[in-house]
């Protein structure tokens, strides 16, 4: 018996990073998936490699009548949708300090990280709705709780808002049987962060100081805290920012 058997999940972004591992993890635990990704390529080979049912769509989170089809598609092919997993997110380079980042680059990532979380939960809740409950599990990140001068402004305004957002859904949807949280990493080795850091040790350092582990997050650590969100083992759980940051939040000093 797996904690996700006879349960439906939509996971965007899952072409790489914490979205192939939830996608991989998911299926393993029974769920059947749709993989969902702006790069179809991508999604196509986290499907290759998920040892249970699962589809790929291609998918722009930004695209109100995209993001309609996805969930379209999946509760087509699978009979209903029982999880939302709204991982899909981009972090470019030109996001930088207010002073320095464009309105351009402000609103392209606003377009994925907040408008792509809103357009999920607006198409997708309806099907969780007509199962009578179910889980949106939204990522944020923990730039939503704390501040850096390491700016990344678009970004973290963007995963504020999706924390912001976690709630209100929460609390609106908490007697119609629909859970909603907000899942908040730490800093995770993923191709995003590591492409940040690039080949600059200095600015890898710069930030790793502050890290009470001394380490970046494994993708599967992430992405076991998502499974305890998409199964009944949470089922009393909702409106959570769902810390998961190696105690990040919580340090002052670290031991160097």
Known sequence: MGRLDDKVAVITGAGGGMGREAAILFTEEGARVCVADV???????????????????????????????????????????????????????????????SVDAWQRVQDVNTKGVFLCCKHGIPYLLGRGGGSVINVASFVAIVGAATSQ??????????????????????????????????????????????????????????????????????????????????SYVTGATFLVDGGLTASYVTPE
């Open 39 to 101: 790069d179809a390529e991508a999604a196509e080979e986290t499907v290759a490699l998920c040892p249970g049912e699962a589809f790929a769509v291609e998918v722009d989170v930004a695209d109100d009548m995209q993001v309609a089809s996805m969930y379209e598609q999946t509760a087509s092919r699978f009979d209903g949708v029982d999880v939302l997993y709204n991982n899909a997110g981009i972090s470019p380079a030109d996001d930088a300090s207010v002073l320095e980042t």
């Open 153 to 234: 402004i678009s970004y973290t305004a963007s995963k504020g808002a999706v924390l912001a957002m976690s709630r209100e859904l929460a609390v609106e949807f908490a007697r119609r049987g629909v859970r909603v949280n907000a899942l908040c990493p730490g800093p995770v080795e993923t191709p995003l962060l590591l492409s940040i850091f690039g080949d600059d040790p200095a600015a890898f350092e710069r930030r790793r100081v502050h890290w009470p582990t001394g380490r970046l997050a494994k993708p599967r650590e992430i992405v076991q805290a998502a499974l305890f969100l998409a199964s009944d083992d949470s």
